[in-house]
């Protein structure tokens, strides 16, 4: 079969298309350059081939693949822009054929004996993306001592079209890669901290607030009010800490709910006095409505109460004075549902999903009026999710916010509930 023969093309047109299915496959890098070298030199039938990328550091072509040759051993070899046929057709962005390249002044001379090696001849074309050009595909010495012909040149532009975005391709996704495990190393540090602050914070904070509230009893009257800021402080810095530890311990796994029966409208009601003064000195009225049938509830107790708690405190902090606020217990089907009403400041509808992520809060920390780290939501939901539940918000600014949570009343409602979210 001659190189210009029917079946010849035709094998050539397989090969591409062969090429074009490997192309799209293969992301990893060193492989996929691998690969086209080698059909480049197949295609072409010559003796080797090679890739040379563009390194705009060094403003040089590097080598990146030769068939047969370990990466390793070429990626030190790159060839000046000003002095190489393959620098020429970079810059000039056309291909280029060398039929006798021995005196050639063009050939970079010292590529051939680092690599024990004569190039007799060589076709090279650029390898281009979105109209940048990227590197150049080569290859050298056509078998049989023939000529290179303008099929070559034109089976060689149609790899190099289909090498170029399949390296950018695997280019992008290696930096997609980087970027990810970069993500990821940054929110292991985040939670080893969260981890290590909490634990860390929590001897020292309880001596304290121990020896703190000992010398209450001892100190004259007109530095109580001084101890007391001390204390106050000191509880308000206990909440942060147990806010992160629970953080900590859901992120390691650690959280697990130990389920007893408990009855959640006594628990809404108790909830609901025990914040009343706090409403009633920002002059919110704050009401709660429970049936008169008693809700019973297989849950974790504390963790539930840990729930309503936080959503009790947002509806009190963002609602201003003249507010109300409704805290409601029913019972829908196997859940339980309890909802926080509130005519506060509302959310804006693209921030209702992210309020519910760690340390989000809708004004930046910097400019907001209220304190707070954007912890209590994600503990909520962590909580709610622990028992197999879920927790959701509707909320229009100016207007106020709903916030509601649905739990299954049981275990085995909460075993049904965990096979519908896997499912789903
Ligand atoms: P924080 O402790 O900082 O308030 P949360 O996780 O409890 O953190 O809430 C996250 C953010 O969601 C808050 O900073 C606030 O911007 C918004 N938010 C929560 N509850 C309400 C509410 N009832 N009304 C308006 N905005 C709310």
Not at 68 to 91: E, R, Y
Not at 165 to 179: G, K, T
Not at 275 to 295: R, T
Request: hydrophobic fraction near 40%; proline fraction near 4%; aromatic fraction near 6%.
């Amino acid at each position: 079969m001659t190189a210009d023969s029917p079946n010849h093309k035709i094998q050539q047109l397989q090969r591409l298309v062969e090429v074009n299915h490997i192309l799209s496959s293969t992301l990893e890098f060193p492989k996929l350059l691998e690969a086209l070298a080698d059909t480049a030199s197949e295609l072409t039938r010559s003796e080797t081939a090679s890739i040379l990328l563009y390194d705009a550091r060094k403003n040089e072509l590097r080598f990146e693949a030769i068939p047969g040759k370990p990466s390793t051993s070429i990626n030190t070899l790159s060839v000046p822009l000003d002095s190489s046929a393959a620098g020429w057709v970079f810059q000039n962005n056309k291909p280029i054929v060398i039929q006798d390249a021995s005196d050639d002044p063009r050939i970079f001379r010292e590529i051939d004996s680092a690599l024990s090696f004569t190039t007799r001849s060589l076709i090279a074309v650029p390898l281009q993306v979105k109209q940048k050009t990227i590197g150049v595909l080569e290859a050298v010495n056509k078998k049989n001592n023939s000529h290179y012909t303008e099929d070559d040149i034109s089976i060689l532009e149609n790899l190099g079209c289909q090498a170029a975005i399949a390296i950018e391709n695997a280019r992008l996704v290696e930096q997609l890669r980087m970027a990810n495990s970069e993500l990821m190393r940054h929110t292991k540090v985040k939670s080893d901290f969260i981890a290590i602050a909490s634990h860390e914070l929590r001897t020292p904070l309880g001596l304290i607030l121990g020896h703190a509230s000992f010398l209450k009893d001892y100190i004259p009257s007109q530095h109580q009010e001084q101890i007391d800021v001390i204390i106050r402080s000191a509880m308000r810095l206990k909440t942060i800490i147990e806010d992160l530890s629970t953080i900590a311990h859901k992120e390691q796994g650690q959280s697990r709910i130990r389920r007893t029966p408990f009855s959640i409208s006594e628990m809404v009601a108790t909830t609901a006095t025990q914040f009343q003064k706090q409403a009633a000195s920002k002059k919110i009225e704050l009401g709660y409505d429970v049936p008169d049938e008693d809700l019973l509830l297989e849950g974790d107790k504390e963790k539930i109460q840990i729930i309503l708690t936080n959503l009790i405190r947002n509806a009190i902090t963002f609602t201003d004075p003249g507010g109300q606020i409704g805290i409601k217990a029913e019972k829908d089907s196997g859940y339980l549902k309890v909802y926080v009403v509130d005519t506060g400041i509302g959310i804006p509808e693209e921030e209702q999903n992210r309020i519910f992520e760690r340390f989000y809060q809708v004004e930046s920390h910097l400019t907001r009026k209220h304190g707070g780290m954007g912890l209590g939501l994600s503990i909520a939901k962590a909580m709610v999710e622990l028992h197999n539940g879920q927790i959701w918000v509707e909320s229009k600014v100016g207007m106020g916010s709903l916030f509601c949570f649905m739990l299954p009343a049981n275990q085995q409602q909460a075993e049904a509930a965990a096979r519908i979210f896997r499912t789903s």
